[in-house]
Structure formats: structure tokens, C-alpha cells
């Protein structure tokens, strides 16, 4: 009971997400998705998601505290994702947690998204080992980070590598669509790759060449991936054949899957750090899960991945972050707080 209780607002997408943790234990995760509206224009149209957080917002923190049993007046820290994201998105959350902030005469901490994906970890499985291996994989972004303290402080999370062209998630939602498969396409390729087989097609793995590797040791490359599948599968169309949805879902998941675990564990291993955490919304694809704990088991390397719906946005992941900079007594952010679409880790 002593523990602070902390409400964390997540908008740099296009997920409404109000979360409600005390210390690290999870008491509301509230979220209200656009993505409908913007399948049918197959990604993210940021004006339409800017106003659907606009008309989300306050239902959802209303939501967040019923669920939690909670008053407003009971909270003692606001969280905030202020970047990376889409700027009139973030705009929406970042305003929303300073009037809370204003109006309860509680403390404000901007909390960048990327480290939430990796602190989101702490409501199911505890205290964050660091130092530890974070591979940071979503629509977004696609990093190798060095954390020794998740909160940032004094370069505890630490960039060692990123992808150099689309994000893993970004080449699932281009390969889906090329399938014919809904937006966004992640889950869809999921799903289609279990009837399939993954050795089925040869595709490239990005920056794998001794040559890449050189520069590029813990970089990831996905646009040659997506180029090879549009060409393989207008191949087939050309031939006149039915393309093979399962055997391309699981051949190219397979193909991305690969790499993230090959790159994310040499990662590790070259730093000598033994647990590997995983997030973002692609941790939530089920072979990549399973691949991790097999590879790693080989190398004595733990994974923690948190359960699929604390991968993809939301608030807890926020909420979570903000408890720990709050136990770790870092200082709170002013009013004047900006929202940086493009604020690094
Ligand atoms: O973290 P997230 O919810 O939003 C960003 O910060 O980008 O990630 C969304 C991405 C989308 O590209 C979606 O297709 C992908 O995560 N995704 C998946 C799965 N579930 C969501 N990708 C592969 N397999 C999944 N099961
Ligand atoms: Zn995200």
C-alpha cells in the first residue's frame, strides 16, 4: 500500500492507452485503438489518429480508474509517453498528462516509448535484470539496446544497434498486404505461417554477409526481405500459379525471425550479459517467442517476453517505466514538457 500509485498515458500511435500500476503491480490497463479506421488505408493516417486520442482520452482514463477501484485524487505520479511517435498523436497525451498533472498538483515524468517496451516486463515477471540485452522490435523500430538502468539515467540504455531501413513490424504489415492479409499484418502472418513451412522459400537475411557483418554486426535490414517476397510472389502470379500463402508467411517470417534471434543473442553474448529481454509489438509473434527461448537455452542466456497484449502499446508499459524512475527518485519533468517525435533512447 505504500508503494506510489502511478497513472501512465501512451499515445505516440495510434493506441489510446491509460495504465494504472502501485509499485510494479498491475491495476488497470485501459485501451481504445483506432486501428480500424486506418485499415482500410492499409497504415496510420496521423491526423486520424491524432482526434481519435482526442476523443478517447478522458473515457479511457475514466475506464483506467474504475477498473483500478482508484480516484484521480488517489494518484501520486502521472507518466507520459513524450517520443517517440507521431508528434500530433503524442501532442494529445503529453497535454492530457499535464493538465492531470496541473490539476492534482502531482508530479509529471516523460517517459520515452521504446524503454516502456522493455520496463512493461517488470508487471509480469519482476525486477528488470541489468544489465540486460533488450531487442526492441515494433511498427516503429527495430534496436539492440544495452540497458543497465531502464530509466535512461547517465546512458543506462544504450543503442547498440537499429535497423537500417523498415522496421521489423513495418516489413510484416508490407508483406501482409502483399498477401492480401488485413492490416495491421503482424498477427495475420502469424497465424497463416503455422499452416506453412518455414523452409519452404529461401529468402535473404538482411546484413548477414561476413562483409555486412563487419559494419553492420548488430544492424537489421528488412526492405531487401520485403523486396524478395513481392518478387517471388509476382513470380508466381505471372506462372499463373496460386500463391502459397502459408509456406510465404512462414518461409518469410522465418527469415526475419532468424536474424532478430542470431543478431539480438550475439549481442548478449559479445557483452557477456546473460538475460535477454524482448519487446515491442512483434515480441508478440508466437515463432520468434519460441526461437528465442530455443537458441538462448543453447547459450545459457534467460528471455523474458511479456505476454502478447503488454507487447503491443499501451499505458501499463508507461505507467510501468514512470514507477520505476518514481522509485528510483529521479527528477519528475516540468510543465513545459515537449513532445519529440523523434527523441532518441
Ligand atoms: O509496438 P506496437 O504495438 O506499435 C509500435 O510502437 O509500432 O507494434 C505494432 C507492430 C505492427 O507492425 C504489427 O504488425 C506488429 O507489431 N505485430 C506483430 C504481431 N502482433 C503485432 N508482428 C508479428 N507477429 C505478431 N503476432
Ligand atoms: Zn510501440
Known sequence: RDEPLVLGIETSCDETGVGIVRGHTLLADAVASSVEEHARFGGVVPEVASRAHL??????????????????????????????????ALLVGVASAKALALSLGKPIYGVNHLAAHV??????????????????????HSSLLKVTDITGYDGGVDPMGATIDDAAGEAFDKVARLLGLPFPGGPHIDRAAREGNQVAIDFPRGLSTRRDLERHRF????????????????????????????????????????????????AASSEGIEDLMIGGGVAANSRLRALAEEQATKLGIRVRVPRPGLCTDNGAM????????????????TLDLPADSSLPV
Open 55 to 88: 476523443e478517447a482520452m478522458v473515457p479511457t482514463i475514466q475506464r483506467a480508474c474504475d477498473t483500478a477501484g482508484v480516484a484521480l485524487s488517489d494518484v501520486d505520479a502521472i507518466a507520459v509517453t513524450h517520443g517517440p511517435g507521431l508528434a500530433g
Open 318 to 333: 508507461v505507467a510501468a517505466l514512470g514507477s520505476t524512475m518514481v522509485a528510483r527518485g529521479r527528477t519528475p519533468s
Open 219 to 266: 544492424d537489421f535490414s528488412f526492405s531487401g526481405l520485403k523486396t524478395a517476397v513481392a518478387r517471388w510472389v509476382e513470380a508466381r502470379e505471372r506462372s499463373g500459379e496460386p500463391v502459397p500463402v502459408a509456406d510465404v508467411a512462414a518461409s518469410f517470417q522465418e527469415a526475419v525471425c532468424d536474424v532478430l534471434v542470431r543478431k539480438a543473442l550475439d
Open 119 to 140: 520496463a512493461v516486463d517488470q508487471l509480469e515477471h519482476g525486477p528488470l535484470p541489468e544489465p540486460c540485452l533488450a531487442l526492441l522490435v515494433s511498427g516503429g
